[in-house]
């Protein structure tokens, strides 16, 4: 059985950081890329940074490059979202998934619950 369990979502002001955490288990990390999208109210769902599982190449979407970064720790796997100077545009419902790098939603195989995090001051 598949499962991808994200925590880390909190409160925090403009300019502070946070780090996600997706926990997976039923599948590795050296097969499954991992991706994180969010979903925002009233809006659709979009990607926001991948890393692969074959070679750990990682991908990041225009609004967040520079500010995000994503790894992964194969011993616990586990893959983070690091998220630096947060901005209230990035509030929203993160999920991760797992399937192959590319940002259409249909194209992943398994999703967690989701986290919120909300930027605010």
């Known amino acids: 059985q598949v499962q991808l369990v994200e925590s880390g979502g909190a409160l925090v002001q403009p300019g502070g950081s946070l780090r996600l955490s997706c926990a997976a288990s039923?599948?590795?990390?050296?097969?499954?890329?991992i991706a994180w999208f969010r979903q925002a109210p009233g809006k659709e769902r979009e990607g926001v940074s991948c890393?692969?599982?074959?070679?750990?190449?990682?991908y990041s979407a225009d609004s967040v490059k520079g500010r995000f970064t994503i790894s992964k720790d194969y011993a616990k796997n586990t893959v983070y979202l690091q998220m630096n100077s947060l901005k209230p545009e990035d509030t929203a419902v993160y999920y991760c998934?797992?399937?192959?790098?590319?940002?259409?939603?249909?194209?992943?195989?398994?999703w967690g619950q989701g986290t919120q995090v909300t930027v605010s001051s």
């Open positions: 039923g599948i590795t990390l050296d097969y499954y890329s």
């Open positions: 890393i692969s599982g074959s070679d750990g190449s990682t």
């Open positions: 998934a797992a399937g192959l790098c590319n940002w259409q939603v249909w194209e992943y195989d398994y």
